[in-house]
């Protein structure tokens, strides 16, 4: 069972425009969201995350907004590099499972020049 | 502190034989985790550590598979038995894992690619 949905495996963008990247939960005891970046042949990387007590966090070109009334997260960048092509892979955890992360299956984005 | 390190980058093996995986945390980190990846899927959780204890073991982990963290330091995976459907990236992570802290964010290795053929 997919706890965590991301339902655009692709998206494309042109440099200098904002991507969003969405993701849907399940499980109301998710408590944590991380957002995580992945190039081919690589290990995820640590974008950014947010907690449920939350509903937005900033870091430069990247915000991540939660909306758990709707179960949705969104992750934005802005302005899109080139260099942010990648797979974002969006995960959530819950503190009665040891914080075990419960990926989506990615979405392959691509920021065109 | 050089981050996540994992050993092998890649494995290859015949169906069968039994295969043994590293991971080195970033140093202090009390959490360790491992996940496998296939393809077109995100990571799956396996298994943890908090120190030297195993905590929680996903149902993935078949009696196949076994996981230790001897010292508290780095972790060994073993597959015993391979099979053709274990092929596929496994990914280990480390977290402070500090006591009540619900934002303990987990950074991952550069994985290990198992091939069984």
């Known amino acids: 069972d997919q706890q965590v949905k991301q339902n655009s495996p692709s998206l494309s963008v042109q440099e200098g425009r904002i991507s969003i990247l969405n993701c849907d939960y399940t499980?109301?005891?998710?408590?944590?969201f991380l957002w995580y970046k992945k190039y081919p042949a690589e290990g995820p990387t640590f974008l950014i995350s947010?907690?449920?007590?939350?509903d937005k966090n900033e870091d430069g070109r990247f915000t991540v907004f939660l909306n758990k009334s709707a179960k949705h997260l969104s992750l934005h960048i802005v302005p899109s590099q080139p260099g942010d092509s990648a797979v974002y892979f969006c995960a959530a955890s819950a503190r009665n499972s040891g914080y075990a992360l419960n990926f989506g299956k990615g979405t392959s984005l691509l920021v065109t020049p | 502190d050089t981050g996540v390190s994992q050993d092998p980058r890649h494995k290859i093996t015949k169906r069968g034989q039994n295969v043994t995986f590293r991971c080195d945390p970033i140093s202090e980190h009390n959490r360790l985790y491992w996940y496998r990846q296939t393809l077109g899927q995100g990571p799956e959780f396996l298994t943890y550590f908090q120190n030297e204890a195993q905590l929680e073991k996903s149902r993935l982990l078949s009696d196949r598979f076994s996981a230790e963290r001897p010292k508290g330091s780095f972790s060994t995976l073993e597959i015993q038995r391979t099979e053709q459907g274990d092929s596929a990236m496994y990914l280990c992570?480390?977290?402070?894992?500090?006591?009540?802290?619900?934002?303990?964010?987990?950074?991952f290795g550069p994985g290990t690619r198992l091939t069984v053929l």
């Open positions: 947010i907690s449920s007590i939350k």
């Open positions: 499980n109301s005891m998710f408590d944590y």
């Open positions: 992570a480390s977290s402070p894992g500090l006591a009540g802290g619900p934002t303990d964010t987990q950074y």
